[in-house]
């Protein structure tokens, strides 16, 4: 039973195009996190989210959890090369798992 | 600064046979854990550990054992390889379960 559900599956923009990955859930999650996975590489943490409603920013990575802290958004603003990758939700529930979304993958071209 | 280091990164097996993946981490980490990931799965948890001598099972056990004799080992066990056990695996570490991992580079394994 898959918990998380990321969308979209699959993006291809080019430089300078905003996005929005979004990961869904009917469940309420103690805390989210999202991650970046490179190819031949395992996952990279980004950010943690805890509190719903909570905004957290890295650089043009906008993060916010849901008010219900059932949902979460990853936003990239004027995305660039360097941001391809898969990008991995991962919620928590108070237990010794990590629940893992779908995945995103993402291709920005020149 | 190793982190978490899985050996082999690649490995060709045939139907039925057995081998080990293994798992090492150097930040005294509590908690470690193994998951395989298949293209639009996501990762997916097969077993894991809240420290030594104790391991439980996660949503893919099957066809997989683990044993945690020390904190930095998390080795994992493929009894008769199929080819349904083609994927990526990848280990983890981190505090709690429920704490940011720290991942390893991962193994790619294809049984024919």
């Known amino acids: ?3 998380l559900e990321q969308s979209p599956q699959f993006l291809s923009i080019q430089e300078g195009e905003n996005l929005t990955v979004y990961c869904n859930s009917s469940s309420v999650f103690s805390s989210l996190q999202w991650y970046r996975q490179e190819p031949g590489e395992g996952p990279v943490l980004l950010v943690t989210v805890v509190t719903g409603g909570e905004v957290k920013k890295l650089k043009r990575l906008t993060f916010q959890f849901g008010d219900a802290r059932k949902d979460s958004s990853l936003h990239i603003t004027a995305a660039q090369t360097g941001d391809t990758g898969l990008y991995l939700c991962a919620g928590a529930r108070n237990t010794d798992k990590l629940i893992f979304g779908t995945g995103t993958r993402l291709q920005v071209f020149p | 600064n190793a982190g ?10 045939k139907t039925g046979q057995s081998m080990t993946l293994q798992c090492a981490q150097d930040m005294n980490h509590e908690y470690m854990s193994w ?12 077993h894991y550990s809240v420290g030594a001598g104790i391991t439980d099972q996660g ?7 683990v044993s945690r004799s020390t904190t930095e080992d998390f080795p994992l066990r493929l009894l008769s390889a199929a080819p349904s056990q083609t994927s990526v695996y990848f280990c983890a570490s981190s505090r709690t379960g429920s704490q940011p991992q720290h ?5 790619r394994l294809s049984i024919l």
């Open chain 1, 1 to 3: 039973t898959q918990l």
């Open chain 2, 4 to 13: 978490v280091t899985q050996t082999p990164k690649f490995q060709v097996l």
């Open chain 2, 35 to 46: 998951y395989r990931q298949d293209p639009g799965m996501g990762l997916r948890l097969i």
């Open chain 2, 59 to 65: 949503e893919v056990p099957n066809g997989y054992n």
């Open chain 2, 103 to 107: 991942f390893g580079d991962g193994t």
